[in-house]
């Protein structure tokens, strides 16, 4: 099984709201990943959890605060975003180590009004 | 120069033609190579990986390695209109962090 969950599928929220996006694998993967993904580009890695703890940001702004809170389960916090944070959010899990295959979820689209 | 190039489609080939994506990379620490699909709208889905140089076959997708020429290819044999899509080529140096190309959009004609 190669499923990785994301909720919700789509999210409009005003600059002034918080939200969070949520995933979830039961791959028994250790490492998991959120992704950015505007219109025709490649995703963009925005943070990486590897045993729960945050390993990579990628210089993301304060507005997006990730979450690991098990092995399992993947949360991106979001506060006071902009219009241009409009996109595709990608969630993505691989087995331990940064060799291995990464598989997306279906992606949350997120609009910022 | 981009991290990782792909030739520029947009690619359209005739049903039951022969896809043939390439792809190159500048960085010569690059370990692991992957190719994903991705559907209009939809997110990506992992379709191939290759390691070691040579070929790698999986039903009608074959993907060949060269890293001496830090080159690494997707052939997509006997296209079908399911085969309409962005192909995106991703190296890593096994450091968590996948560099993606731009992608090849194909459209297969019935």
């Known amino acids: 099984d190669t499923e990785v969950t994301q909720t919700p599928k789509h999210l409009v929220m005003g600059m002034t709201n918080k939200k969070s996006l949520k995933c979830e694998q039961h791959m028994g993967h250790r490492a998991m990943y959120w992704y950015k993904q505007k219109a025709k580009k490649p995703p963009e890695l925005m943070f990486v959890?590897?045993?729960?703890?945050?390993?990579i940001n990628e210089s993301v702004p304060s507005r997006f605060s990730p979450e690991c809170p098990n092995s399992s389960l993947l949360n991106l916090h979001l506060h006071a975003l902009q219009p241009e944070d409009s996109a595709l959010y990608l969630c993505a899990s691989s087995r331990s180590g940064g060799a291995y295959e990464q598989f997306f979820g279906p992606g949350t689209r997120l609009t910022v009004l | 120069q981009k991290e990782v190039e792909q030739n520029s489609g947009p690619l359209s080939v005739p049903e039951g033609a022969i896809a043939s994506l390439n792809c190159t990379y500048s960085d010569r620490g690059s370990q692991s190579f992957f190719w994903y699909r991705q559907y209009s709208g939809k997110s990506p889905e992992l379709i191939m990986s290759i390691y070691s140089n040579g070929d790698k076959e999986d039903g009608r997708f074959t993907a060949q390695l060269n890293k001496a020429s830090q080159y690494v290819s997707l052939l997509i044999r006997d296209s079908q209109p399911s085969d309409s899509a962005t192909y995106l080529c991703?190296?890593?140096?096994?450091?968590?962090?996948?560099?993606f190309g731009a992608g090849t959009t194909v459209t297969v004609r019935a």
């Open positions: 991703a190296v890593t140096r096994n450091d968590y962090k996948l560099s």
């Open positions: 959890y590897s045993y729960e703890k945050l390993s």
